[in-house]
DNA sequence: CACTCATATTCCTCTTAGGGAATATGTCTT
DNA sequence: AAGACATATTCCCTAAGAGGAATATGAGTG
C-alpha cells in the first residue's frame, strides 16, 4: 500500500472530490460547479488523485470526464481487511490473558504490578 | 470520513510506523530503534496518529506503549466498502447497456474501439 | 532527594503543497 | 481557419509540515 494514495484522500477538496465522484462520472466543470471550487484547483487535485490511482478520465466531446478506479479502492479494502484479521487473533490473546489472570489471582489492590518480560 | 485520518497515513513514515504496529503493541523507543527515525520525530508522528484516531498509548512502567485502534480500520473499512457496492451497480447497469446495444443490433458508425477479451 | 531513562515539546530551517490570477493547450463548431 | 468553450499548466505567494538539535516533562530507582 502506497502512502501516495493515503495523501491523496488526505486533502479535504480531494475527498469531497472522490465522495463526489462516488454518484457518477463528472466533468471537470462539473466538479468544479458542485463542490464551489475554482477550474485550476480542480485540475491540480484530479492531477494528484490520478497519479495516485484513484481518478482516471476519458475525452468526451470537449470535455474530460472523470471516474473513480475500482481497483485502487480495491487495493485499500485488501489493506484494511488484513488489519482487521488481527483484531480477531488479538482478542483470542485477550481472553487467554484474563483467563489466565483470573486462575492465577483475582485479586488487584492500590499497586498495580509491571509486567516482566523485556530484559 | 474524515480527511485527516488518511492525512495521518499518508506521510511514508507514518504508514511505516502503522504497518509495523501491525505486529502488535510497541514502545517509542522501540520503533525508532526498528525504523531508524530518531525519537523525536517519532513522537511528533505518534501524535498525529493519535490525534486522527489511528493509534492510542498506554503508560507501561517508564514507558509508552502504543498499539492500534481497531475502531479506526473498522470505520476505515465501512467507508471503503460503501465504494465497492458501487461497482457491482455499475456493472449491472453496463450489462444492462451492453444488452441493449446488442438488442438494438445497429452497428456501424463511430465505435472506434472496443475492449479486448474473448474473441 | 538526586539521578537516570523514556518520551514529549520547542525552536529553527527548508521544502512542499495549496489557493489566486493569468495563460497555454486542446477540441468542437461554424 | 477563426472563434468559443473546456481543461491543463504556470507563476507567485503564503502557510503547513517534516527533519535536526536541544531541552522540558515525567516516571522509576538508588
Chains 1, 2 share one sequence.
Not at 44 to 70: N, Q, S, T
Request: no cysteine.
Amino acid at each position: 500500500m502506497h502512502a501516495s494514495t493515503f495523501a491523496a484522500l488526505g486533502e479535504p477538496k480531494r475527498l469531497e472530490i472522490v465522495e463526489l465522484l462516488r454518484r457518477g462520472p463528472v466533468s471537470v466543470g462539473d466538479i468544479a460547479g458542485t463542490l464551489g471550487i475554482r477550474q485550476p484547483q480542480v485540475s491540480k487535485h484530479l492531477k494528484v488523485l490520478r497519479e495516485a490511482g484513484v481518478v482516471e478520465d476519458e475525452p468526451v466531446a470537449r470535455r474530460r470526464i472523470y471516474h473513480l478506479v475500482p481497483s485502487a479502492f480495491e487495493e485499500l479494502g485488501d489493506w484494511v481487511e488484513s488489519f482487521e484479521a488481527l483484531w480477531e487473533r488479538r482478542l483470542d490473546s485477550l481472553g487467554d490473558l484474563l483467563t489466565t489472570m483470573q486462575a492465577t489471582r483475582s485479586d488487584a489492590q492500590t499497586t498495580p504490578e509491571e509486567k516482566e518480560g523485556s530484559p
